[in-house]
């Protein structure tokens, strides 16, 4: 493994070589190019292609769209105001000079669906890489400032993202909009999340053979009693809190009522802001939505007859549309290939190809403001990742994201820091090593915490380290509150045949055996622990957010929130999604809404070379988890998802539990929360 990797860098080391001497510079590559001055204007309407083609074709602007557009009302979802900044790290510093886009007018297609991470990244040598949140929101912010684009369609199946991304999204098309963009969506499949996101879309076609599932909210949990009580094993969970109730998927066999009434709240929200998005959408009342969500699943005729979609016909039929009236159509992968990343089916040769300088490296040679963007996503757990490439990995490793913050506070030239929290905590020794250090670079430069889909627990103490707290109006987030405990496995040995015999000497010597529950002293002794992280987590909360004690104790409790809920109660500051975000740190380190930045992304994404270099100081086991993933794993929870469909919740459910495992003290989410 060692001689191939030494080969391989030598290859890399030459092709890099070779680049370097025949490339040009980018000043050279870039020089002179520029955009066109003309400009064309499209109709926001919910009519059909045609009128919005006929509309851009003589510029005519509609009374109720000079009146949203005056006012910046928003369709959907809630939208904040619409500015443009440059796209994230190597597309943003190539925006320097413009690239200019000449007749036909063009119409760009694009695909979403399926699972979108928070952020791609990550070399691999094997395999597509990962579709992110990130990709098409800076997809956007290129069809934003194309003036060739006259068009968007937006192909959309069924997406395995939470309602918090679907609304950032939206967000994203509400942009296109206000850019002058039309927006048509093409219904792929029946669910309710594509559709959501379709309302935010001038115009929604779908094809006859397909139905619209639109059915209202719901929230399910999964508890594991029984399953360990068939091998014997017996989970002793301590919460603080009454609302925290992590524990009880291992504890019960349903819902206690604190956390039946908690989860009443988030599924009540997330339906009233659905009936929202959809009756800003469709120009309804939400009486009207109600009604029809009552009424069941549509056929599409049906769906048409009640206006809830605007005409029927194949994806076809629409393009062969578009090309009838001379407009060019692209798909987004054909979009912008000399300028958008490569990589969804990369070779080895094709990465030795493309070695490159990093994006971060790129990104400060702009002449723009550099502005770090910190992405905190999945479990925070102590220590330090074995992955090879961190942009890749779906942890907050404690020891890696301190010297990550380290370098960002030493590097003048970046000017602020946006956190990117997806995450539902873990840790609580690490969440709160974390969120000093936040604290830390705050008093030098200025941070902004963007929520995702869940930032609750240990996700909301290190987003409540920054100045400032954007959540979406659907992110899980709040869960202050601790959970301790262990998995009693003495009866699964015993079924198993398996002796354990244990030597100690110390009151409290077996405290964390997993051969036997907690002793009444024990017990007493883990309550007075977990009463001292709560209280911590709670005089910080209150501190950072400007509260005393007691009013923060009242909200705390481990309850949870949506992002609506939380800024009514004063856990966030403001509700909107990442562009938000951006806005505001442009505010706070003194620019104005027009000005552009760079937004370099945290933890830097490796190039090959890099992570040739790391491998050779790695063993190949750790080389083979990080470029290659885990396949043992991989394929278990692959034919667990087969055979249950319930994979997300038993990833979560496992991952927590070895947290626990590691330390009996933890700011974790009540169990493993999927909002449809």
């Given amino acids: ?136 929101l800076e997809l956007f912010g290129r069809l934003r400032e194309d003036t060739a684009v006259s068009t968007v369609v937006l192909e959309i199946s069924a997406l395995t993202v939470g309602f918090a991304t679907v609304q950032e999204i939206a967000q994203g098309i509400e942009d296109l909009k206000r850019a002058n963009k039309a927006t048509v969506a093409i219904l792929c499949d029946d669910s309710q999340s594509a559709y959501i996101l379709a309302t935010a879309c001038d115009e929604i076609v779908m094809p006859p053979s397909n139905a619209l599932m639109l059915v209202g909210s719901k929230i399910e949990s999964y508890f594991f009693r029984g399953l360990l009580a068939k091998i014997g094993a017996r989970a002793e969970v301590i919460h603080i809190g009454q609302y925290k109730s992590y524990g009880e998927m291992f504890t019960e066999d349903d819902f206690t009522t604190p956390a039946r009434e908690n989860m009443k709240a988030i599924v009540d929200d997330a339906y009233l802001q659905m009936v929202s998005a959809i009756a800003q959408g469709r120009k309804m009342t939400s009486a009207t939505v109600e009604a029809l969500i009552d009424g069941g ?105 301190l010297k990550i913050l380290d370098e960002i506070e030493k590097d003048n030239s970046i000017k602020g820091v946006i956190l990117r929290v997806s995450s539902p905590g873990g840790s609580a020794l690490a969440s709160d090593v974390l969120f000093r250090r936040i604290v830390e670079l705050g008093k030098r430069k200025p941070v902004v915490a963007s929520m995702g889909d869940v930032a609750a627990s240990g996700g909301y103490y290190i987003a409540m380290a920054a100045g400032k707290i954007i959540a979406n109006p659907m992110t899980v987030t709040g869960s202050i509150g601790v959970v301790g405990g262990k998995i009693d496995l003495a009866g699964t040995y015993e079924k198993l045949g398996i002796r354990k015999t244990t030597l100690s000497r110390g009151r409290f010597a077996n ?109 190949a086991q750790m080389a083979r988890a990080g470029a290659f993933g885990d396949p043992l794993a991989s394929a278990t929870f692959s034919q667990l998802e087969r055979f249950s469909g319930i994979t997300s919740p038993v990833r979560l459910a496992v991952a927590l539990a070895g947290i626990l495992a590691k330390e009996p003290v933890a700011l974790v989410m009540p169990f493993a929360i999927v909002v449809h």
């Fill in 511 to 619: 405290i964390f055996s997993e051969t036997g529950g907690f002793s009444p002293d024990e017990r007493a002794m883990m309550e007075k622990l977990m009463r001292q992280t709560y209280n911590e987590f709670v005089a910080k909360a209150a501190t950072q957010r400007g509260m005393t004690t007691e009013s923060l104790e009242r909200i705390a409790q481990g309850r949870v929130y949506t992002g609506t809920q939380a800024h009514e109660v004063r856990l966030v500051d403001e509700l909107g999604g990442f562009r938000r975000a951006v806005q505001e740190m442009k505010r706070q380190i003194g620019l104005s809404p027009d000005d552009k930045v760079v937004l370099v992304a945290y933890p830097k994404e490796l190039t090959l070379l890099d992570v040739l270099q790391k491998a050779m100081g790695t063993n």
């Fill in 1 to 136: 493994m060692r001689i191939l990797t030494h080969l391989l860098l030598i290859v890399a080391c030459i092709v890099l070589f070779v680049k370097g001497m025949s490339a040009p510079s980018a000043d050279r590559a870039t020089a002179g190019k520029g955009r066109p001055a003309t400009k064309v204007r499209a109709q926001r309407t919910t009519g059909t292609v045609t009128n919005v083609l006929a509309a851009r074709k003589t510029g005519e602007t509609t009374a109720s769209e000079k009146k949203q557009r005056d006012e910046g009302t928003s369709v959907g979802v809630q939208v904040s105001v619409s500015v443009r900044e440059s796209t994230i790290a190597a597309e943003l510093a190539r925006s320097d000079t413009k690239t200019t886009r000449s007749a036909p007018v063009v119409v760009v297609n694009v695909s979403l669906g399926g699972e979108l991470a928070e952020r791609g990244g990550g070399v691999r040598f094997f395999g597509p890489r990962r579709r992110s949140l990130k990709d098409v």
């Fill in 297 to 401: 699943p549509l056929t599409a005729r049906e769906a048409l007859e009640k206006r809830l979609v605007d005409r029927i016909a194949y994806r076809e039929e629409l393009m062969d549309e578009f090309r009838r009236k001379g407009l060019k159509v692209v798909s987004a992968d054909d979009y912008g290939k000399d300028s958008k990343p490569k990589g969804e089916e990369t070779s080895l040769l094709a990465l030795l190809t493309s070695l490159g300088k990093p994006s971060a490296q790129v990104a400060k040679e702009s002449k723009y403001p550099l502005v770090a963007v910190v992405y905190a996503v999945g479990p925070i757990v102590p220590g330090s990742s074995d992955r090879l490439d961190l942009s890749d990995a779906d942890e907050i490793a404690a020891d890696d994201y």
